[in-house]
Nanobody
Framework: QVQLVESGGGLVQAGGSLRVSCSASGRFHTINAMGWYRQAPGKQRELVATITIGGTTNYADSVKGRFTISRDNAKNTVYLQMNSLKPEDTAVYYC??????????????WGQGTLVTVSS
């Protein structure tokens, strides 16, 4: 089992910056990919950014050039640096981790979510 702890959400003015982080702990063989998704009120959850164990990143078009995802493999932690924030970035941000267990099962787990509010 893998547990995730998210932190760093909050309230920021438009144009400001915020960083959220997510740390994974528990029993697993390898964390293959880590990522961030978000869900705004009345909308479906959408991908924000992902990063593989090798460092390959993927971003939603809406955040390219403004957000940066990174990970510390030694700490099993993923970060999302959000710059030039816009009111439309307001959402609950969820951490997602895809991992391999010691019995070679491939599973994923979600964090509890952290609220990011961008005021205009």
């Amino acid at each position: 089992q893998v547990q995730l702890v998210e932190s760093g959400g909050g309230l920021v003015q438009a144009g400001g910056s915020l960083r959220v982080s997510c740390s994974a702990s528990g029993r697993f063989h390898t964390i293959n990919a880590m990522g961030w998704y978000r869900q705004a009120p009345g909308k479906q959850r959408e991908l924000v950014a992902t990063i593989t164990i090798g460092g390959t990143t993927n971003y939603a078009d809406s955040v390219k050039g403004r957000f940066t995802i990174s990970r510390d493999n030694a700490k099993n932690t993923v970060y999302l640096q959000m710059n030039s924030l816009k009111p439309e970035d307001t959402a609950v941000y969820y951490c997602n981790v895809k991992y391999r267990t010691w019995t070679s099962r491939y599973l994923e787990v979600w964090g509890q979510g952290t609220l990011v509010t961008v005021s205009s």
